[in-house]
């Protein structure tokens, strides 16, 4: 449900998500539960496949007969089984945000799907679980055009500031962007969040300290030899993100980009890997038969496009692997780092900012967002020109600030 800054009392709901501290996990290892986890400050639910202890200790089992165990019954079909275990967390009044399970157990995909249905994080090894369960950072992943920048292209002396504050209290401000590497390096470095950027619509997570590409999610060869004999046919601008620039069949317009030699293309992009690419045309119509054309392809994603309402004079569509999303970039990043999922802040505008609004812990949109783009947010800001991100991380750091004091 989304909520207007008018009737949403952010900062106690990002308490109620720091006070839930119940998680659950698989017994394949009692010295590990016994060491790790009894004696936690974590509410410990068990999952159990048989009512039959005699694996267990007797003192094990003294110590966990107390607790809310659930016990997966494998003869009921999933729908059943996905029921009763949400009258389990109902019933107890608990709901865990993170569970533990081995890969190696029976039912395992039909187990899985029940705890994602369910929005709940699972984690296949134990010692990720661990620190996952015992990680306090949180990462902020902040989208730029129409979020972070204003109508005019600019970021505010303020937003800049509270990301610098932000950074100091354990927190991974990260750009998450359409746009191509070389652009989000470069405005990372401007707001000095220096540590990873995202971007071509999260086909790469880079690391700016080490100079390293952590993630990479590249178009098939034979796909982008036919968008470009497509471009070539219908007379459109085409562009390709690499990992150092971009390749355009015409109009250069930044010293980041290469003609393509369309009589030798093939040659030319016979090494290159492909994050994304664009179509873009002033002229509407064939940019919508593009999108047909790219729609009736399997293997390829539209993973961006301009606002209808937008009032720029080109019109562009996005175009990625089915696999590349800004979603999968933050699951990915949070896993890197350790940080449960709980611990993740999404903030966006557009449509290609959804699926890290239904993966993050809490999702934000500023106000200049479409009403189809909000729904998917549990929290509304002011807009991009009314420093509607700087209005948001403030109350992030006063969280932060007042939790610090208890």
Known sequence: MVNSMEDYDIFNEMIDIQNKKCIMMFEDDENFITNNILNSDFEFMPFRLSYNLSNYSLEYIAKTKELFTYYYNDKNSYKNELLRLKKHFVHFRRFPFIVYIPKSIESFENIIKMFVDLNIECVFNKEQFLKKINNNEKLILIDIDGTLRNTNGN???????????????????????????????????????????????????????????????????????????????????????????????????????????????????????????????????????????????????????????????????????????????????????????????????????????????????????????????????????EEGVALFLEKVLNFISFNKKD
């Open 155 to 385: 970021i505010s002396k303020k937003t800049k500031k509270v990301i610098n504050q932000l950074q100091k209290q354990q927190c991974h401000i990260v750009l998450c962007t359409a746009r191509p590497k070389y652009y989000a390096i470069k405005v990372a470095q401007d707001i000095t969040a220096n540590e990873f950027v995202i971007s071509s619509n999260g086909a790469e997570i880079y690391d700016i300290k080490s100079k390293k590409t952590l993630s990479n999610t590249f178009m098939k060869q034979q796909d982008i030899y036919l968008l470009i004999e497509y471009a070539i046919k219908k007379k459109l601008r085409f562009i390709l993100t690499t990992n150092n620039g971009e390749y355009v069949t015409k109009k250069i317009r930044n010293r980041n980009q290469i003609i393509i030699d369309l009589n030798n293309y093939q040659q030319q992009l016979a090494n290159i890997n492909v994050n994304q690419c664009m179509f873009i045309d002033k002229k509407q119509c064939k940019i919508k038969k593009a999108k047909e054309y790219v729609m009736n392809c399997n293997s390829l994603n539209i993973v961006n496009e301009i606002k209808d309402d937008d009032s720029y004079e080109e019109k562009w569509f996005s175009i990625g692997s089915q696999s590349s999303s800004k979603g999968n970039a933050l699951k990915y990043l949070a896993d890197f780092l350790s940080i449960p999922l709980k611990n993740t802040i999404a903030i966006g505008d557009d449509k290609n900012d959804i699926s890290m609004f239904q993966a993050s812990g809490f999702s934000v949109s500023v106000g200049n967002a479409l009403d189809d783009v909000k729904k998917y947010t549990q929290y509304v800001t002011l807009s991009n020109d």
